[in-house]
């Protein structure tokens, strides 16, 4: 009996101890080639490392890396990430210095850090460089001017080419909104006609017209579960901000107002916040736990009529074996209340300070603004960074691509301060305390301002973001 | 002369036997403690440049000391262990006098028990994430199909996102604590038992009396086990609910985390580590003290 005893003893004691065992992943080197032949080919037998974030638009990319290395020789070694694990990874990466990666995807929220640590440089003197153009498709006047600004542009230097932008817009059910009986039924009880919403009460009237219960009838057919009027991203995650910052816009607050003061617990941000707390009323319960990869599968559902979403989720709503809305969206700008807003959101490519080959990453990213692979990856679900691809007709098919190119024009970008990832912090922390009901709107902003001007501390007003 | 030499041999063998495991700890433990140690003192912060040579002596501990969040993590920390902990070691005895009292294939019962041990931590995470689902998940269709009067929103409420985040835990570790316990169990002389039965004790007076004295130390090295690897939280409930919502779940490893790497500040982070290296190390020595001979010398 004893002799059993310990042996239960031991195997408990050994499976604990294999479970705390934590496995290391090793580093990447590069090997840098040196120049194997004459034009597009001068950089023939490089190895460039890239590290991105795993989506569509990069999944895209790797597709074609092919005919990269067939034109130029250089064979690009892309690791793909889900976005917490590229950030970190670029961070300990450029922190120890070990030139592991040649080019890097960063969202332009941290271009101000990585400008200031000089952990990326500027692309000057290789666009100015005359032996460097050497991709023949590439026209760098075909890259839409305000994107490359928003995502590269650092205080009148360029640091990087925009990736995987997407910009957030306004996706609702089109077979809904054109249901006869619905319109009826909705003139009957707010007056006015059933329309795609232009204001935010209007949105808010139609998010409350489409809840219903399990049972009830929606557009003529009996409801075999819940139907919502939105979808909300109110999780303590990157999500709810981009989200909320739309309300804040258009309500006219912000987090800083136009001489660069703190805006974020004005007036009009904190009604701002009030009405999107309101909303969430009409949203599919467990909003504080939804960023946008749950408000995808909510909409894929067809359980929300409404949502203000990133333009890239759209593809997978059109995705007849996920979505059972595919063919029934409808795209438009976000309604408004003081002004226009639409959240810009991004990824760019950079190069960093201590890549081992800058030259042919930089042939890379001429490469990688040519209308070829620009389209190629519209094609399979991204959006393009020219106008000549945004222009071409065979795109047009695209259900988003109209209220995309629209939506793009007026797109406001958030602040991209080295401050501002703490600040982000602060600012998710306590939209996910509101929604929660932890605390109310005045409150929650109050100290996220309070926080700021600690961050901030002696640099306000902040007249460059 | 002969037996001197064999003598020293031993001893260069243990040293020869001792010196990779020694060499091992140092560089993978030691060394990162003495370099957070240093890194407290200073301010190093990503999004700052040029600071990570600003020597700010105790600034980072001071500051720590009036971090309202951090209390709360503290505070969560400690809820969250307290009740992972006393639900697990209650489940752990029942299961382990289950596990006790099954007459055959012991052995099977005693392997299935393991299995939720085998998942990682991660895994489980998404396991619960998509089981608490209040739209697609398995628990939202039973409560909502059998109309049971209990909450659908689990993670939009800060009581019970927390109570979420506990049963996580007592699933992945009860087990554990069972075989623990069924070990205990099992080193109990049974001449014990039949004295008591002789005597007259029904099984009530003998579980009191005998078994659960008799399984004092095994409980308490199993309590300071767990009680530490629960300080430790982190996975679970980052994947789960990342620390929300607002702060309701943040348990100390995940606000350590977020100070660290996504707000990257590494110097305070690491004024935390040590703040958790000494709690830590308290409990190893009391751990120490209950394993090591009771104290008593």
């Known amino acids: ?465 | 002369m002969k037996r001197r030499k064999k003598l020293t041999n031993h001893t260069t063998l243990a040293v020869r036997f001792h010196l990779p495991t020694f060499i091992t700890l140092t560089v993978i433990t030691l060394v990162p403690l003495i370099y957070a140690l240093r890194l407290s003192f200073y301010d190093f912060k990503l999004s700052d440049a040029g600071s990570k040579d600003r020597f700010v002596g105790l600034k980072n501990y001071v500051h720590l000391f009036h971090d309202a969040d951090f209390f709360n993590s503290a505070g969560k920390t400690f809820i969250f262990m307290f009740f992972a902990v006393i639900f697990e070691v209650i489940i752990g005895i029942l299961l382990a006098l289950a596990l006790n009292s099954i007459p055959k294939v012991k052995r099977l019962f005693t392997s299935m028990t393991l299995i939720p041990m085998m998942v990682a931590p991660l895994v489980i995470g998404l396991m619960f994430s998509f089981y608490t689902n209040p739209q697609l998940g398995l628990y939202t269709w039973i409560v909502q199909t059998l109309h049971l009067p209990l909450p659908t929103n689990l993670t939009g409420d800060s009581f019970h996102a927390m109570v979420i985040v506990v049963i996580m835990d007592v699933w992945e570790w009860a087990p554990y604590m069972g075989l623990v316990f069924l070990a205990g169990l099992q080193s109990i002389d049974g001449e014990y038992y039949e004295a008591a039965r002789v005597d007259g004790a029904n099984s009530r007076q003998i579980f009191r009396t005998i078994t659960l004295p008799l399984m004092r130390p095994v409980m308490t090295v199993a309590i300071l086990l767990r009680a530490m690897e629960t300080f430790k939280e982190f996975d679970k409930p980052y994947i789960l609910t990342g620390g929300g919502p607002g702060n309701a779940t943040e348990v100390i490893d995940l606000y350590t985390y977020r100070q660290a790497f996504v707000q990257f500040k590494f110097s305070y982070a690491s004024a935390i580590c040590i703040i958790l290296f000494i709690v830590l190390f308290t409990f190893g020595m009391i751990y120490q003290r209950v394993t090591m001979g009771g104290g008593r010398d």
Request: aromatic letters at 12%; a negative charge; one cysteine or more.
């Open chain 1, 1 to 465: 009996m004893k002799a059993w005893a310990k042996k239960i003893f031991s195997i408990a004691l050994i499976a604990a101890m294999a479970l705390t065992l934590v496995a290391c992943g090793g580093g990447s080197s590069s090997d840098g080639g040196e120049g194997g032949g004459e034009g597009a080919k001068k950089y023939a037998g490089t190895t460039l490392y890239m590290i991105a974030e795993q989506q569509t638009p990069t999944e895209s990319l790797k597709k074609q890396l092919g005919d990269f290395e067939e034109l130029t020789g250089i064979k690009v070694e892309l690791e793909m990430a889900p976005f917490d694990d590229v950030v970190q990874k670029e961070t300990l990466a450029f922190e120890s210095k070990s030139g592991a990666y040649d080019i890097v995807a960063a969202p332009y929220q941290f271009l101000g850090n990585l400008v200031e640590n000089e952990y990326i440089q500027p692309l000057e003197p290789f666009m100015e460089d005359e032996s460097l153009a050497v991709i023949e498709d590439y026209d760098e006047s075909d890259l839409i001017e305000g994107m490359w600004k928003a995502s590269g542009e650092w205080k009148d230097k360029i640091y990087g080419v925009p990736a995987n932008s997407c910009i957030m817009f306004m996706a609702y059910r089109q077979d809904l909104f054109d249901n006869e009986d619905e319109k009826a039924a909705f003139k009957d009880k707010y007056g006015y006609e059933l329309a795609v919403p232009t204001d935010w009460d209007q949105y808010r009237d139609i998010a409350e017209f489409f809840t219903r219960k399990k049972g009830d009838k929606l557009a003529g057919e009996t409801l075999d579960k819940d139907m919502y009027g939105v979808s909300i991203m109110g999780k303590r995650h990157d999500a709810a901000t981009c989200e909320w910052l739309n309300y804040a816009w258009s309500f006219g607050g912000g987090v800083f107002d136009d001489e660069g003061n703190i805006a974020i617990n004005n007036d009009k941000s904190v009604k701002a916040l009030e009405y999107w707390k309101d909303l969430t009323q009409f949203a599919p319960p467990g909003v504080t736990s939804v960023t946008w990869d749950e408000q995808t599968t909510q909409i894929q559902q067809g359980i929300a009529a409404m949502a203000i979403a990133f333009n890239d989720c759209a593809p997978a709503y059109e995705d007849p074996d996920g979505s059972v809305v595919a063919g029934k969206m409808g795209y438009a700008k976000l309604p408004v209340k003081e002004k226009d807003a639409a959240h810009y959101g991004a990824w760019s490519y950079f190069i960093p300070t201590d890549s081992k080959n800058p030259e042919a990453a930089y042939v890379f990213l001429e490469w990688f603004n040519t209308p070829k692979v620009q389209k190629q990856i519209a094609i399979d679900g991204g959006f393009p960074n020219l106008t000549s691809v945004y222009e071409d007709p065979e795109l047009d098919k695209i259900p988003y691509w109209e209220a995309s190119k629209e939506v793009y024009a007026i797109s406001t970008t958030r602040p991209r301060i080295p401050e501002w990832n703490s600040m982000n912090e602060a600012l998710m922390l306590q939209l996910s305390n509101v929604l929660s009901g932890k605390a109310e709107p005045k409150e929650g902003l109050d100290a996220v301002a309070k926080e700021y001007e600690k961050l901030l501390d002696g640099q306000l007003p902040i007249t460059y973001q």
